[in-house]
Structures are given as C-alpha cells and as structure tokens.
C-alpha cells in the first residue's frame, strides 16, 4: 500500500462545530507491505496562539489517501502509537 496522511488538530465545541487549530505538512508519504506496517509521524504544529474553551475537547482529524485494494484496513493503535497534544 502506498498513501498519503495529512492532519488536523481541532478544537470541538459541546454543538458539534468544529474549528481547525494546527494543521500538518499535507501528503505525507506513508508506505507500507504485508510483512511491515507503516509508522508515520506527522507533526501537527499550531497555527498561532489559541485558548481552548472550558468543555470543549481537542482531538486529532487524519486524512489518508492510499492506492490499494478491498482487503487493506486502517489500523491505528493508540495504546502502541498514542496521540497527545505536548
């Protein structure tokens, strides 16, 4: 599988909205086979100075575009690969 991962770090507010806080490189190659899946880090830097409103979580959006076929899954393993906001 050869793809390409972009993403976004997001503040989201208690209705639902969305707004896009940090943003990474776009189309970072992640390339992977059968007997080796990919490790990709992708640094998502802020876009400026930004206070997070009381009850409203941030998260991570990840965007991946691949070539391949029905029989590949997307796996992303937070216990193995943790995301987090330093």
Known sequence: ?????????IDVAPDGGVTVIGKSKQDVAANSASTHPTEVNVPIPLTGAYTVPGGH????????????????????????YPSGVS
């Open 1 to 9: 599988m050869a793809g390409l991962l972009q993403g976004d770090l």
């Open 57 to 80: 979580p941030i998260g991570v959006r990840l965007y991946l575009t691949f070539v391949g076929t029905s029989a590949h899954t997307l796996f992303y393993d937070s216990t193995k």
